[in-house]
């Protein structure tokens, strides 16, 4: 890795699509970081000692530049020379900051939108006459100073884009950093190549070779612990670690007993193949217990994040590890670091949670820096079976979050056994690789059946399939009527509780991927 890679920062005004920007820079081989939007300029000197930051990039957000608690940035940033790009958010605040006019919510716009190109200079350089853009604001830029000019208006938008006539200082109302812009990556490209002049010099791969280093050095001839879910983050963290550490890392796979069939055996086979030593900790019945009663989805993910660290660190006790090493990813980072601006949807909890009792030496982080599908990269090149590199994301807390309402053994069995059926059916259609996820989830409702020539009362079970690049944004699946027919099928004959199948068809959002 060169020692200064060329950046882009990301200023974060609280933006849902604020992950996305970083990550299309990094696709184009630019590294990018998020920063809290009120960084100061001697805060970005720091950061210049480590980075060649060539660009900064304003995300959106959910305030208005004229409320009083909306979010600033130290305008002396604005003189750095450094070039800028304003998105939605961020190009009100920047004509505000310049002296122009931005008008609330009157006419708002919201989803696909035609916008006419006037100026196809700059960040908007190839564009056509029409672009289809993603628009998501109440607020309008209605009017700018004399030293900036329009680059492209809608119907409800006078200024819909603008460029400062001699600064590097570009404003987008629309989203370029969604899909649904239909050249956005190019807007994108654009800015960081065309006005930013940045190399593509950076590939995730860089963070192996440093983290072996880095880990030797930390740990020495110590012991370290990882809590492994067998999940792609904490999986490759493993693998990293294991060929810096041998013998001296222990694997912790913890079984909260909401884990889908045959997890625990496949976690030992796999892992302990590639020379990582794996230990699983059957602690079901005490989870069961502490969630005895308890049906808010906020209350279980709190009791089974707070029980994990509880059996976990009477695992390190027992081991004697000084260090501990976590699978936490960058967008972890950043969403339980800095983000102020930005709704609380729902308490992700990272399966490796920092133990809150024991004094490790030092908390290592190899992917610290990395995006999901930057850590599925590294996890094929280091050797992980597709059947790692593909899995399905599957939530911490299990599938307790796919139990709606109390957690009961026998509730857990129904949707473990639904699962695998939607697991295996869909899979056999040959459709899991452009899926993002496919589960089913036992609502807390029961519906009038009739089997055989009885009644049925049973239990409802619904099945989500989603398409989805991050998880930020999804789409439920068109899969064809047959699959899901087979499922549906499946369902109702081999779980004799289960007497209705539902299909859930709402993307998100304005749903989640998980139901709770
Ligand atoms: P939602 O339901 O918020 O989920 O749309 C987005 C993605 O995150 C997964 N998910 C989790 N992953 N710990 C995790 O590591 C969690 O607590 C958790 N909850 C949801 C979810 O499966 C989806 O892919």
């Known amino acids: ?79 750095l020379g450094i070039p800028i790009l304003g998105l939605c958010y961020g190009h009100q605040l920047i004509a505000h900051l310049m002296g122009g006019t931005v008008k609330g919510g009157s006419k708002q716009e919201y989803g696909i939108t035609y916008v006419t190109v006037v100026h196809p200079v700059g960040v908007l350089k190839g564009m056509k006459k029409k672009e289809k853009v993603w628009m998501s604001h109440g607020d309008t830029v209605q009017s700018l100073p004399e030293d900036f000019e329009v680059l492209a208006y809608s119907e409800n938008c006078p ?35 065309e006005v930013c002049r940045c190399r593509a010099n950076w590939r995730p791969s860089h963070v192996v070779e440093q983290q072996i280093k880095l880990m030797k050095e930390t740990v020495g001839g110590e012991k370290a612990i990882i809590a492994l879910s067998g999940g792609i983050d904490s999986g490759t963290a493993a693998i990293i670690a294991a060929k810096a550490l041998g013998e001296n890392l222990t694997a912790v796979f913890v079984d909260h007993g909401f884990m889908r069939e045959g997890e625990s055996s496949y976690v030992k086979e796999v892992f302990g193949k590639l020379g990582v030593k794996v230990t699983v900790v059957e602690a079901s019945e005490r989870f069961f217990k502490k969630l005895k009663g308890v049906t808010q989805p906020e209350e279980k993910r709190r009791i089974i994040g707070n029980e994990f660290v509880r059996v976990f660190e009477e695992e390190a006790r027992k081991i004697g590890a000084q260090y501990l090493i976590q699978g936490t990813i960058y967008p972890d980072r950043i969403e339980s670091g800095f983000r102020k601006h930005s709704d609380k949807i729902k308490s992700h909890h990272n399966v490796a949670g920092l133990p809150t009792d024991i004094k490790f030496k030092a908390v290592i982080e190899p992917l610290k820096d ?59 259609a040959g459709l899991n690789k452009g899926l993002w996820q496919y589960f089913a989830v036992l609502t807390n409702t029961k519906s009038t059946g009739v089997k055989g020539d009885s009644r049925a009362y049973g239990y409802v079970v619904a099945v989500r399939i989603v398409e989805s690049r991050e998880a930020m944004t999804a789409s439920f699946a068109k899969v064809p009527y047959e699959v899901l027919e087979r499922i549906s099928t499946r369902i109702t004959n081999e779980l004799p509780s289960v007497s209705r199948v539902v299909y859930d068809v709402t993307h998100k959002p304005p749903a989640t991927i998980e139901w709770e």
């Open 370 to 428: 990395l995006y999901k599908d930057e850590a599925r990269k590294l996890a094929k090149n280091l050797g992980l079976p597709d059947s790692v590199v593909w899995r399905q994301p599957f939530p911490g807390p299990g599938l307790a979050v796919r139990v709606i309402g109390e957690v009961t053994p026998e509730k857990v069995e129904i949707v473990r056994k639904a699962d695998r059926i939607v697991s295996e059916e869909i899979e056999k």
């Open 159 to 193: 200024v819909a884009a603008f460029r400062h006539e001699e600064k590097a200082i570009y404003g987008l109302q629309w989203h370029p950093e969604v899909v649904h812009t239909e050249h956005g990556e190019q807007m994108l490209k654009n800015f960081i190549f």
């Open 1 to 79: 890795m060169m020692s200064k890679p060329d950046a882009i920062l990301v200023f974060d005004f609280g933006g849902q699509y604020c992950h996305l920007i970083a990550r299309r820079a990094r696709e184009s081989n630019v590294y990018s970081e998020i920063v809290p939007c009120d960084v100061t300029v001697e805060e970005l000197q720091k950061i210049g000692s480590r980075l060649n930051v060539k660009g900064l990039i304003f995300s959106g957000g959910p305030s208005s530049v004229y409320d009083p608690s909306a979010p600033k940035i130290d305008p002396r940033i604005l003189d």
